[in-house]
């Protein structure tokens, strides 16, 4: 029993123990998202290999001529067994093209790999952020839980010397319930973290001082932008795709050689043959494959432009709103919290002195409650905001 019990506590220290965060940012690697696209460009090289090729060349075996009653192949100089060999040949650069084309999209989707991996970094800070902001949540209402209860005792012994009322009580009471299931709420959205974090990384717990936020505010010279260089090869894909179909116009030749074995009856021995075949382009497959590949190409341009506009966009929003909610958390913390603050000291003193009512007091409690809240969320907006514009400029996110 002792051995099982020391098994199971080494275990459940083992999966309780705390990752630290680069540990956390290295488990990124393994997520199965990452793995997927992966195993894609693995399959893009091997296709590479596969359309490249002109083919195996072709073995032919046939009996020829042999006389109907009697199948015997020493009646006429005509019968005999060919042995031939066929390969197709291509005149132009055409499969080569293709080749390449594939393993541009196999490159494109190692990008996209380490994109992903940029994108769940991202999503761990943020992550990481909301952790924090309930944490610090949870502070303000715990705080304000103990100051409510003091401030319940006030009122009980102000109600025994007839300054307050039972209404009043009753209502610090509520508003103290109210703070509670603040608090239940909150526990249960770190749980909602904690589930988060064991998707991305396989733990709920990360060890909080390992967290490098000053990654956050610092601005790094060092940028891939992996969604931009996935485009490029795409694009070049498709460049390489309709240089193909231009040269498809001109076909494949299949080249055959045989040697027909024979009995040798007119004394002229074995026959050799040699021929060349190629498609007549008549059908309308040739112009039909150019036209879907200059149009395909044209999409991927547009899709790549779209994105360069898009992303100058994007980062001009998230600049200008990082300077505004930053501007808005200066005055928060300069003035907003420091007046509220001010306010509920004074309105508390004036309740214990009997001169304030428990409508004021609740009043100056909840403005002071909502200003600190408000002060975290407007901070976690913040972070988060310069962690999407980080990923957006594709500067690194790794610590």
């Given at each position: 029993?002792?051995?099982?019990?020391?098994?199971?506590?080494?275990?459940?220290?083992?999966?309780?123990?705390?990752?630290?965060?680069?540990?956390?940012?290295?488990?990124?690697?393994?997520?199965?998202?990452?793995?997927?696209?992966?195993?894609?460009?693995?399959?893009?090289?091997?296709?590479?290999?596969?359309?490249?090729?002109?083919?195996?060349?072709?073995?032919?075996?046939?009996?020829?001529?042999?006389?109907?009653?009697?199948l015997n192949r020493d009646q006429t100089p005509m019968t005999g067994i060919?042995?031939?060999?066929?390969?197709?040949?291509?005149?132009?650069?055409?499969?080569?093209?293709?080749?390449?084309?594939?393993?541009?999209?196999?490159?494109?989707?190692?990008?996209?790999?380490?994109?992903?991996?940029?994108?769940?970094?991202?999503?761990?800070?943020?992550?990481?952020?909301?952790?924090?902001?309930?944490?610090?949540?949870?502070?303000?209402?715990?705080?304000?839980?103990?100051?409510?209860?003091?401030?319940?005792?006030?009122?009980?012994?102000?109600?025994?010397?007839?300054?307050?009322?039972?209404?009043?009580?009753?209502?610090?009471?509520?508003?103290?319930?109210?703070?509670?299931?603040?608090?239940?709420?909150?526990?249960?959205?770190?749980?909602?973290?904690?589930?988060?974090?064991?998707?991305?990384?396989?733990?709920?717990?990360?060890?909080?001082?390992?967290?490098?936020?000053?990654?956050?505010?610092?601005?790094?010279?060092?940028?891939?932008?992996?969604?931009?260089?996935?485009?490029?090869?795409?694009?070049?894909?498709?460049?390489?795709?309709?240089?193909?179909?231009?040269?498809?116009?001109?076909?494949?030749?299949t080249v055959s050689l045989g040697l027909t074995k024979r009995s040798n009856?007119?004394?002229?021995?074995?026959?050799?043959?040699?021929?060349?075949?190629?498609?007549?382009?008549?059908?309308s497959e040739k112009y039909s494959k150019h036209g879907a590949a200059v149009?395909?190409?044209?999409?991927?341009?547009?899709?790549?432009?779209?994105?360069?506009?898009?992303?100058?966009?994007?980062?001009?929003?998230?600049?200008?709103?990082?300077?505004?909610?930053?501007?808005?958390?200066?005055?928060?913390?300069?003035?907003?919290?420091?007046?509220?603050?001010?306010?509920?000291?004074?309105?508390?003193?004036?309740?214990?002195?009997?001169?304030?009512?428990?409508?004021?007091?609740?009043?100056?409690?909840?403005?002071?409650?909502?200003?600190?809240?408000?002060?975290?969320?407007?901070?976690?907006?913040?972070?988060?905001?310069?962690?999407?514009?980080?990923?957006?400029?594709?500067?690194?996110?790794?610590?």
């Amino acid at each position: 029993m002792k051995v099982i019990a020391l098994v199971l506590f080494f275990s459940f220290s083992l999966h309780s123990k705390a990752m630290s965060f680069v540990e956390a940012i290295n488990a990124l690697s393994e997520h199965d998202s990452i793995k997927e696209i992966g195993h894609k460009a693995k399959s893009y090289e091997a296709q590479a290999s596969l359309k490249g090729s002109w083919g195996d060349p072709k073995l032919m075996v046939a009996a020829k001529n042999f006389p109907e009653d009697s199948l015997n192949r020493d009646q006429t100089p005509m019968t005999g067994i060919e042995i031939g060999i066929s390969q197709k040949i291509s005149l132009t650069t055409k499969y080569s093209n293709i080749k390449k084309s594939f393993n541009s999209l196999a490159k494109a989707s190692a990008h996209d790999a380490d994109d992903r991996k940029k994108r769940l970094s991202s999503t761990l800070w943020n992550t990481l952020i909301i952790q924090r902001k309930v944490r610090e949540e949870l502070k303000i209402l715990k705080e304000n839980s103990a100051w409510i209860t003091k401030i319940l005792k006030v009122s009980k012994r102000l109600y025994s010397t007839g300054k307050s009322s039972q209404q009043a009580i009753l209502e610090i009471q509520i508003r103290k319930s109210e703070i509670e299931t603040d608090i239940s709420n909150q526990s249960y959205e770190l749980r909602e973290v904690d589930d988060q974090l064991i998707y991305l990384v396989g733990s709920k717990k990360i060890d909080a001082t390992t967290i490098p936020w000053s990654v956050i505010d610092t601005v790094s010279k060092k940028r891939s932008d992996y969604r931009k260089m996935s485009l490029k090869e795409k694009l070049k894909a498709k460049d390489l795709d309709l240089s193909a179909s231009k040269l498809n116009y001109i076909p494949d030749l299949t080249v055959s050689l045989g040697l027909t074995k024979r009995s040798n009856i007119d004394g002229n021995g074995d026959f050799v043959s040699a021929s060349v075949s190629f498609p007549l382009p008549f059908s309308s497959e040739k112009y039909s494959k150019h036209g879907a590949a200059v149009q395909e190409k044209y999409s991927m341009e547009r899709k790549y432009q779209n994105f360069e506009k898009a992303k100058l966009r994007d980062i001009s929003v998230y600049k200008n709103k990082i300077k505004k909610l930053e501007s808005e958390l200066k005055i928060l913390k300069e003035k907003t919290v420091k007046y509220a603050k001010n306010s509920r000291a004074i309105t508390s003193k004036s309740y214990g002195l009997g001169d304030s009512t428990y409508i004021e007091l609740l009043q100056s409690e909840l403005k002071l409650q909502k200003i600190l809240i408000q002060k975290i969320m407007l901070k976690a907006e913040k972070d988060m905001s310069k962690v999407a514009l980080k990923y957006i400029l594709g500067e690194p996110l790794n610590g």
